[in-house]
């Protein structure tokens, strides 16, 4: 990856993190908090509620899965359906992940019938979209300030070399900051 790029995907993820920071802000999450409750708090300032649930997904197939689904008509809600067998740890993980999804505006399946979840291996006709790494990466990274962690870019060190250095440090600053 060039320089150039670094400096180009920085900038887009400094500018995420940023409207995530105000979204959650309005959310009022101030702080790193358990991710069930993030999406109910999101809920309240979301258009459709989201809800997290677990779920027995395929053995082999994703931790973690987002839909549209109505229950009943007019009740569409955004479920994240998180692999009931994981760990509690890596299920906070898979949630904010997924919320990152919901988040970056990534396009969502809606389904009709939960039973289209094949517990025998595979997710049926879920995720015909399957996104690009350009998305999970932006998923990662709203995920990555959800779990309220250190940016993974923290560990990056600039070649110095004048006011281009001055301008890349002045993007790479605008690290992970909790509120
Ligand atoms: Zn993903």
Not at 5 to 18: C, H, M, S, T
Not at 93 to 113: K, T
């Amino acid at each position: 990856m060039s320089l150039r790029q670094v400096w180009r995907r920085n900038r887009e993820e400094a500018r995420l993190r940023r409207q995530l920071r105000a979204t959650l802000r309005r959310a009022g999450i101030a702080e790193p908090t358990d991710m069930l409750e993030v999406c109910e708090r999101l809920s309240a300032i979301w258009p459709v509620p989201i809800v997290a649930a677990p779920f027995d997904l395929p053995a082999h197939g994703p931790f973690g899965l987002t839909i549209r689904y109505a229950p009943e008509p007019r009740e569409e809600a955004i479920y994240i359906l998180y692999q009931r067998v994981a760990t509690p740890l890596h299920q906070q993980h898979v949630v904010a992940h997924e919320l990152g999804h919901v988040l970056g505006g990534h396009p969502l399946e809606p389904v009709g019938d939960l039973s289209e979840i094949d517990s025998n291996g595979s997710t049926g006709t879920l995720r015909r979209t399957s996104y690009t790494s350009r998305v999970e990466r932006e998923a990662e990274t709203i995920a990555t300030v959800l779990l309220g962690r250190a940016a993974a870019q923290d560990g990056v060190t600039l070649p110095s070399s004048g006011a281009r250095e001055h301008r890349l440090r002045r993007v790479l600053g605008d690290k992970v900051e909790w509120l």
